[in-house]
Nanobody, 119 residues
Framework: QVQMVESGGGLVQAGGSLRLTCAAS????????MGWYRQAPGKQRDLVAT???????NYAESVKGRFSISRDNGRKTVYLQMNNLKPEDTAVYYC?????????????WGQGTQVTVSS
């Protein structure tokens, strides 16, 4: 079982920035994907950004140009830099890691960190 621990959430004014951190208990070097997802109250959990083992990134349209995902394999950590935050970015942000195991592909989720953007 891989433990994923998010940190860095908080309250920020619109236009501000936050950097989320996700620390994994296992090396992320071989992880197929590392990603950030978010869930606002009453809504489904949506993809925010992903990064592959080769460093290829993918972003939701709503965050392109404002958010940036990166990974530090040596520190077993994934980051989400969020700039020019908007009230609609308010949500619980979750980190997910995907590994190929002998028995198949397995996803591991963190517990989430709250991001609140005030107008």
């Amino acid at each position: 079982q891989v433990q994923m621990v998010e940190s860095g959430g908080g309250l920020v004014q619109a236009g501000g920035s936050l950097r989320l951190t996700c620390a994994a208990s296992e090396s992320i070097f071989s992880a197929i994907y590392m990603g950030w997802y978010r869930q606002a109250p009453g809504k489904q959990r949506d993809l925010v950004a992903t990064i592959t083992s080769l460093g290829i990134t993918n972003y939701a349209e709503s965050v392109k140009g404002r958010f940036s995902i990166s990974r530090d394999n040596g520190r077993k950590t994934v980051y989400l830099q969020m700039n020019n935050l908007k009230p609609e970015d308010t949500a619980v942000y979750y980190c997910k890691g995907t590994w190929q195991r002998e028995f198949g592909v397995r996803d591991y989720w963190g517990q989430g960190t709250q991001v609140t953007v005030s107008s």
